[in-house]
């Protein structure tokens, strides 16, 4: 029954793996479990118009297109002049020409903001947010209803890193990075638990090259879209580009997984966290209060092992 399952909405910058965390969330052996009820946009690996693009391409492949697409906010809270296409390509997923157009009159004539907000308010505790870009649409939220972080039942947040090690940025994870002020606002105005994915713990899992093709080759609608978008950015592994190890980085694949089956999780850690905003060289980087020095509320729960082999089980059957 659909009032039975866990209400989920996806905030995405949609990407490579963005798209694949979609089908993640949207795979069938968690249809029992999982109901997506909305998808908002933000800028971030590429401009929100194309994110919105990208999103409807890949729901049409699932045939999902019932789920309503919100495009969110242009800009980061303080403009910033980068993003991801080096990894992503241009268009985000990977410059393949071969995937039809979408219809764009299929994308909602709400803003992502609006929807939020009202959706908090319509469904308050019964909604879980997966935010797999910058934390944008998010924080606005948080700043246009004074409630709005107290709306939730959980929320899952694909970024932050701690240990000083960035990727696009030298000190930072990309989307704390993109938008250091939203990241701040978030962490400091949700009250309900905050599961977080960080740059360290998603370099701590490597997919197999031989393992994605396998993954890859099942010939279905879904690989077959999936292989093609990320035929570039595997390349950029196999070939050491940006300083990547050769087989596959997971990143919002693994928020995804989490959110639809938490008992891969198999340690964590309660701690307070926060977000720098004014050093030269670590704007953007998250910063815990490991030994809570400062005596604050434990505000995130920070994912340190999984069953890696049931994530791997679970991207399989997302594909087919």
Known sequence: MSGD???VIIDTDCGVDDAQAIVIALSKQFSDTIDVIGITCCS???FVDQVTINV???LTVLGRLDIPVYKGTEKPLIP???????IHGEDGLGNVKDIPEPDPSMMQSESAVNFLTRISQEKPGNITLLAIGPLTNIALACKLQ???GKCFKKLVIMGGNYQGIGNTALCAEFNFHFDPEAALVVLS???CPIIMITLEFSRNYLMPQIFLNECYGQDTACSNLLKKITTNSRQLHTDGKYGLPTDVNVHDELAAAVLVNPSII???EHVFATVELQGKYTR???VIDWRNVLKKRKNVCIIKEIDFESYKSIFRKALL
């Open 5 to 7: 399952k866990e209400k």
């Open 189 to 191: 105005e949700f009250t």
């Open 146 to 148: 004074p409630n709005f």
């Open 284 to 286: 953007g980087q998250m």
């Open 44 to 46: 971030g690996n590429v």
């Open 266 to 268: 198999i340690s964590s």
């Open 56 to 58: 409807l391409k890949v």
């Open 80 to 86: 910033v002049d980068f993003d991801a296409t080096h």
